[in-house]
C-alpha cells in the first residue's frame, strides 16, 4: 500500500504525519474477515468477502437471498411517448451470483448473463411466489 511521510509543524511543535493513498480495494478494514461454517470460525475466502461487502446494499441482499433459485424476469423497455413494453425470460432462470455491481442469471441449458445492478429493480412475483426481476434495457 503507497503512503508518504511527511513532517508538519504548527505552533513551533513539529509532527511526524504518514498519508495512506486511496485504494480501489474499498472498504478497508483494520483485519480479516471471517464467516461462520458450522461450529468453526474460518478466514473468509476472497469470493466470500465480496459476497459479504455486497450484502452491505439491500438490493444486493435481498437478491443473494434467492441465489440458486427461480426468479421472475422481466425486460423492460422504455419507448418515447409509449407505455413500456415487456418480455418475460423462459422458466427456470435462476440467481447465479450478485454483487454491489451487477447480477448474474443462469438460463437452462447453461447461458448466464450479467447486468448492472442500477439497472436492475426488484419486486415480488405474487402469483408465482417468487422473486421478480425487472431489467430495464
Request: positive net charge; hydrophobic residues 40%; proline residues 2%.
Amino acid at each position: 500500500m503507497p503512503f508518504l511521510i511527511k513532517v508538519i509543524e504548527a505552533d513551533g511543535r513539529q509532527a511526524l504525519a504518514v498519508i495512506i493513498f486511496g485504494s480501489e480495494q474499498r472498504p478497508h478494514f483494520a483485519g480479516r474477515a471471517y464467516v461462520r461454517r458450522g461450529s468453526e470460525t474460518i478466514e473468509a475466502s476472497a469470493d466470500q468477502f465480496e459476497r459479504l461487502v455486497a450484502r452491505r446494499n439491500s438490493k444486493a441482499d435481498r437478491i443473494l437471498a434467492y441465489k440458486g433459485q427461480q426468479v421472475t424476469v422481466v425486460n423492460r423497455q422504455r419507448v418515447a411517448y409509449q407505455a413500456a413494453y415487456e418480455s418475460n425470460w423462459a422458466e427456470g432462470t435462476t440467481v447465479a451470483d450478485c454483487n454491489q455491481f451487477w447480477v448474474t442469471l443462469a438460463q437452462l441449458g447453461g447461458d448466464s448473463f450479467s447486468f448492472p445492478l442500477s439497472r436492475v429493480e426488484i419486486a415480488f412475483d405474487n402469483q408465482r411466489k417468487r422473486l421478480r426481476l425487472e431489467i430495464e434495457r
